[in-house]
């Protein structure tokens, strides 16, 4: 059996005792995130949410693309999200590669020139936090004033450290 489909079979259990089909669509504490989509991240885990909670929007790096930013529009226009957090990691992929190195391996492993598209891979870790919630409050299609907070979650300690605005 593949992992795959032993998760999806895990999914009967789950069902068996699952008892929380009524929670609101709206998230109970009003709150949307943007982590990164790495195994090594439980953001449910570490920000203590239980099921209805928050909105977690997650990709790779957790970067503010554009999906993201329509994923928020959504969250905060119609369900009633007030505050955004995006989190970023210590041992991240994305600060391992460039845009032509993604280029590259796609043209010699699939010959596919994907040459037009931005992987959004960054150099500084700290920066890209402050980067992201910057083009959160920038966006025309969320509100202005939404408070916006920026982390790095560190997977050798589990610990999520703020990163603050340049002065």
């Known amino acids: 059996m593949s992992n795959l489909s032993q998760m999806v079979q895990n999914d009967d259990s789950f069902a068996q005792s699952f008892d929380q089909g009524d929670v609101p669509m709206p998230p109970a504490k009003k709150v949307a995130w943007v982590v990164c989509m790495d195994a090594r991240l439980h953001p449910e885990k570490f920000l203590g949410l239980q099921i209805g909670d928050a909105h977690i929007i997650r990709n790779a790096g ?14 905060t226009h119609l369900l009633g999200t007030k505050e955004f957090g995006v989190v970023h990691h210590t041992d991240c992929g994305m600060l391992t590669f460039t845009n032509d190195d993604m280029h590259a391996k796609l043209k010699e492993e699939l010959g596919v020139d994907a040459s037009d598209i931005d992987f959004l891979p960054f150099p500084d870790l700290e920066q890209s936090v402050r980067d992201d919630v910057q083009k959160i409050k920038d966006s025309p299609l969320l509100p202005d004033g939404i408070p916006v907070s920026g982390y790095v979650y560190e997977v050798e300690t589990g610990k999520l450290r703020e990163i603050v605005p340049a002065s």
């Open 62 to 75: 957790g970067v503010a693309s554009d999906d993201a930013i329509r994923s928020l529009a959504i969250s």
